[in-house]
């Protein structure tokens, strides 16, 4: 079932050029409420609808077909997988369905959520006072119609930001994992939430490591023929 923006289907162009076309509504293929919250701090009120997919199975496939990733690319095969999946139900007709995930990218490894808060712990661990690089894929699929102004477009790209964290003592890990946030979030940290005292610094573009690139959204848009501006809401005058 979808979650509906908050707005839903308030939002109309003003241009009389395009009067009689809706205005494009988004549909985030992802449960976190960061990006929600994220997109809703830009403007756009977006509506849910989580795809469900099974990582695991989704990279192995992918790797199948075309061998070993870069995390990177794994981040992006998953936001496409999600972004995919959901474009395809009926509730995703005539929106612009937005897939995203997030990776943490430490010595080479991967990372996403901790399975527990074991993990989580000695995940901080080994974190504390060092750098890592937090890859969000980003995938968009156009469901409009033609006369809607839908171009049938699909494409995605990843941004990739990195994070100095702090060097944490095992009382202040032991403490923040007990909070239960590193448990849902891709890296077992956040920028914007309880972690982020715990970041002493970012390069590259910090809406990426709350969970989606602003930027990069925009450009991916834009490439589909539609302006970042005609997705805010409306404000007063």
Known sequence: MVAPAPSLGAVTNSSPATAARPAPRVLLASAS???RALLESAGVDASVLVSGV???????????RYGELALEDAALVLARAKAEAVAA??????FIVVGADSILELDG?????????????AR?????????????????????????????????????????????SDEE????????????VAGA?????????????????????VGLSLPLLRELLAEIGVAWHTLRRPTAP
């Open 54 to 64: 099974d990582e695991d199975a989704a990279l192995a496939d992918a790797q199948a």
């Open 173 to 184: 890990i032991a403490a923040y994992v007990a909070t239960g946030e590193p448990l849902r």
């Open 189 to 209: 940290f956040t920028l914007d939430g309880l972690g982020g005292p715990y970041v002493r610094g970012v390069e590259g573009d910090p809406s990426n490591v």
């Open 89 to 94: 139900l009926g509730e995703a007709a005539d």
């Open 33 to 35: 409420p960061a990006r």
């Open 124 to 168: 901080w661990q080994r974190m504390r006072g060092r750098t890592g690089v937090l890859h969000t894929g980003h995938w968009v699929v156009d469901t409009r119609e033609p006369e809607d102004g839908g171009s049938g477009g699909t494409l995605g790209a990843t941004a990739s930001t990195t994070v100095h964290f702090a060097d944490l």
């Open 109 to 121: 490894d991967l990372h996403g959520k901790p399975a527990d808060a074991a993990e989580a712990t």
